[in-house]
């Protein structure tokens, strides 16, 4: 018995070629987001930092690249009976926006008690929405309900090949635009976008090192991979909800076990102080999640020193303002 | 008399050459600043909008075009005495990173109760500060006795010809990235960014119009328009704390005077609006003055309806955090 059930075999991970093949899906269709770099961000982080600014993706996040290559990749007999995803977060919007491009009808799972504002860009995107109860209901078994009566595809978050290869895509473009890194950093909640990116890594820049940066307070990959098995904990809490995962999947896990440099973890204020440095030098809004990479530098829990050049993935932007204001309101002086 | 008394003759006035003469000295110095669209901005506009995001230059805004173009013209034996400039905001900032980069000793006369943060951020620059009590003394007379004692040059914030030709290499690249506009808006002070605008605008696009906005507690350049002369009025009371100018100078008066489409305003509640929209559409963090064009744009102030095409100064982003958080914070329901 595995540690996180499935009913499904395991299908085939997914390659470097389906990461080119992703990256031709998306041309044209995603952005090809900005690579930002600032002289005060060298300073305070000890080398020269490349910054991947998926928070300016379509949806605010790079999760639009791994659902529209899902999406796409739908065999045509089973586009017309839609998609159906589960999500509070920036994968719903981002199946929603993939399915009214690819004019598929789409289905999100969402809980009663998500912000109106999200509720209202998903139905936005032309998807309809069901509401669950977070606290009585399931909303895996609701989304496989939904799937099962109407026929309907399930497009999880990050565990599906052309997800993972669709994630890939950002790191690609990285490394084309900056090929000499020594390093790449990146968010890690399920594994999708640090698996991806180390398939565009290992074909691109096999010398570079490449980290993932979880939150302390959910810090299973790092336990998995110590474990040698997927370790499974209780939703974490921290304010990056982006990486509220409560375990790496089967096809994110080995990949990630076989090739990455370390996983490392980011306290809740750090990621606070990597948001204020995002907003005074840069001018930029990053949601907590989105900044796990930044913060993990600028607290020198992955290497950058003198001479080094790191890029790092800023992986999403979607922040509710009152709360972005409270939070880079209420510590001082780090910025 | 003049309404705006004066030691010295007005200089000749800047003139497109002069704003293409500044685009070479700017080169390589000063950040050629993306363009920035959205659709969904387009959607609450009511028309295509392309944002010069000047926020993103170096020292956070466009001031740094004018303060290094006026200083690079420096007479070779007159930087050895250096230059002196009065203001606590990015002007001061844009003279003192101008300065280290020529060279040239640089003395910056701001407030006593100046942010901490901006005092630092100028002498981090090498810039010596002086102090003064700003209900007690007056900045202009101390900066022109520092300038008379040590034989320094005054650089005025905006009614200076190289000032105002710097300023306008902003516009001068919006259209050449974006060639085909039918307007261009922006911020309204002291007139310097306008009026550059206004030269390149007219070399390059003569058919679009140009658009000023002001802060609505600081109308005095539409009060100067029709009244065929300088107004001065009192210190406005307004959140766009870099518009807070007693009145246009004596060279950008008659330039915006005989080449401006309209002067607009915009209040308080619509900059707020404004950069709302910035930080949960475009993840970028605008100061309140930054907007002032923007704002004018989405609250219908200037033209722009479905098929025109406008172009929109975002002028600087330096605004304190927790300034930031407080009145993003304070208005629901806008974006």
């Given amino acids: 018995m595995s540690t996180t059930p499935r009913a499904a075999p395991v299908p085939e991970p997914p390659t470097w070629a389906d990461v080119q093949a992703a990256a031709d899906l998306l041309d044209g269709v995603a952005h090809r987001t900005p690579v930002v770099t600032s002289r005060r961000l060298d300073e305070l982080a000890g080398c020269q930092v490349f910054l991947k600014a998926e928070h300016l993706q379509r949806v605010g996040a790079f999760k639009f690249r791994g659902a529209y290559t899902a999406l796409s990749r739908l ?11 589960y999500s509070s977060g920036n994968h719903a919007q981002a199946v929603a926006l993939a399915a009214r491009e690819l004019g598929i009808p789409a289905t999100i799972v969402m809980p009663h008690d998500a912000p109106a504002a999200k ?9 309809a929405v069901v509401r669950y109860d977070r606290y009585r209901e399931d909303r895996e078994e609701i989304g496989r309900r939904i799937a099962q009566e109407s026929g309907a595809t399930v497009v999880p978050p990050y565990d599906h090949p052309d997800v993972i290869a ?11 635009e900056v090929p ?7 968010p ?14 290992a074909a691109l820049a096999p010398e570079a090192e490449v980290w993932g940066v979880e939150p302390e307070a959910g810090d299973d990959a790092r336990r998995s991979i110590a474990a040698g098995q997927i370790v499974r904990i209780e939703t974490p809490r921290t304010i990056a909800d982006g990486a509220q995962t409560l375990a790496l999947g089967e096809l994110t896990f080995p990949i990630i076990r076989d090739r990455v440099t ?5 306290s809740d204020d750090q990621l606070v102080g990597a948001m204020r440095v995002m907003a005074t030098t840069l001018k930029q809004v990053v949601e907590p999640t989105g900044v796990l990479g930044l913060a ?40």
Same sequence: chains 1, 2.
């Avoid at 000499?180 to 990146?186: N, S």
């Fill in 180 to 186: 000499d890194l020594d390093a790449v950093v990146t």
């Fill in 296 to 335: 993990a530098v600028l607290a020198g829990a992955v290497p950058c020193t003198p001479g080094g050049r790191v890029g790092v993935v800023l992986s999403g932007g979607n922040v509710d303002l009152e709360r972005f204001a409270t939070l880079v309101a209420r510590q001082e002086g780090f910025a």
């Fill in 75 to 85: 065999a045509g007999t089973r586009r017309e009976a839609g998609v159906v995803a």
């Fill in 188 to 201: 890690l909640g399920g594994g999708g976008l640090l698996a991806g990116s180390l398939l565009s890594v």
């Fill in 262 to 266: 370390g996983v490392v973890t980011a």
């Fill in 119 to 127: 509720v209202a860009a998903t139905q936005g995107y032309g998807a």
């Fill in 166 to 176: 669709g994630q890939g895509t950002a790191v690609k473009e990285l490394l084309e």
